[in-house]
């Protein structure tokens, strides 16, 4: 089980990352930063296949990004389908924003992950957006620069770039073109296969999509002796993507400490036929 807390581990890193520059007396709020991000999008990808060699091949790509508000604008979901000389691809982004670090952090995973990477965080500055986090390539520790620039309401660019010498230099690995679209023109890409194996597995949590009443109770001081609980009453609403391989739930309860706002986020991992489970809360 992963655990994305708003206060995320990359936060040590980025001290030593050249960030945009930012007031911190009077931090800005970012709330609806991403919001250009919201829509329906064709997208035109290009991804370097081994961003440190000038020689590297790349491969192109073209498909459909959709972006929706979640968590009652706290996050948003990422679904990104898209075609290349490899086949279908599919990728999802969680966005979320950390009100008391005024950061947005880039949670990422594709069709055969089957667990979200690393973040990067950052935030809006100057027209741009840039994120920053860690990673690793071919076994070797890398730094990832995440940027959308040239934003309007018909598009954006964005870029990923890979350093291997503490952000010294950065090396482009990734980019993509998004036009603005009617979601209405779209046509749908083809169903993604089934894993091979044990497809009950890929649909193991079918059962919990839909919304939910929900109890619940925890314990206050776990693994101290104490007996003392707490009982929450609430709602869950779970909605299936990637053909029900992943699942994002939004959980609202209260109880004698107040409101309670969570998400979580399943994915499915064909490799291994296990699942992961992630989760962010609002405070």
């Known amino acids: 089980m ?3 807390r708003r206060v995320q581990l990359a936060s040590i890193l980025l001290l030593a990352l050249p960030l945009p520059a930012q007031t911190l007396a009077t931090p800005r709020d970012g709330t609806h930063d991403f919001d250009f991000n919201i829509g329906t999008w064709h997208t035109h990808i290009r991804r370097v296949t081994d961003p440190f060699s000038p020689s590297s091949p790349s491969i192109e790509l073209n498909g459909t990004v959709t972006v929706k508000p979640v968590w009652n604008g706290k996050a948003q979901l990422e679904q990104i389908e898209a075609s290349g000389p490899n086949g279908h691809w599919e990728g999802m982004t969680l966005f979320l924003y950390n009100p008391e670090s005024h950061e947005w952090s ?11 990477g690393t973040p990067n965080i950052g935030f809006f500055a100057n027209g741009r957006v840039e994120l920053y ?19 309007s309401s018909e598009g954006h660019h964005y870029a990923e770039s ?7 230099t950065w090396h482009l690995s990734f980019t993509a073109e998004l036009t603005r679209q009617d979601p209405a023109t779209v046509t749908a890409p083809p169903p993604f296969p089934e894993p091979t194996g044990d497809t009950d597995s890929a649909h193991a949590f079918d059962w919990d999509l839909g919304t939910w009443k929900i ?9 101290t002796g104490s007996i003392t609980w ?4 609430g709602t869950t609403i779970n909605k299936p993507f990637w053909n029900g391989r992943g699942n994002l739930a939004e959980v609202e309860a209260d109880g004698p400490n107040g409101h ?7 994915l499915y991992n ?13 405070g």
Do not use: C
């Open 215 to 223: 109890h619940m109770d925890r314990l206050v001081h776990p693994l």
């Open 106 to 116: 880039q949670t990422f995973a594709n069709n055969k992950m089957g667990a979200p």
């Open 260 to 266: 309670l706002e969570l998400l979580a986020l399943r």
């Open 270 to 282: 064909p490799a291994t036929q296990e699942w992961t489970t992630s989760f962010a809360t609002a």
């Open 162 to 168: 890979y350093s291997n010498d503490a952000g010294r």
């Open 133 to 151: 986090g860690q990673d690793t390539f071919k076994g070797k520790f890398i730094l990832v620069r995440a940027v959308w620039s040239d934003i």
């Open 2 to 4: 992963k655990t994305m």
């Open 230 to 233: 707490i009982h929450m009453d």
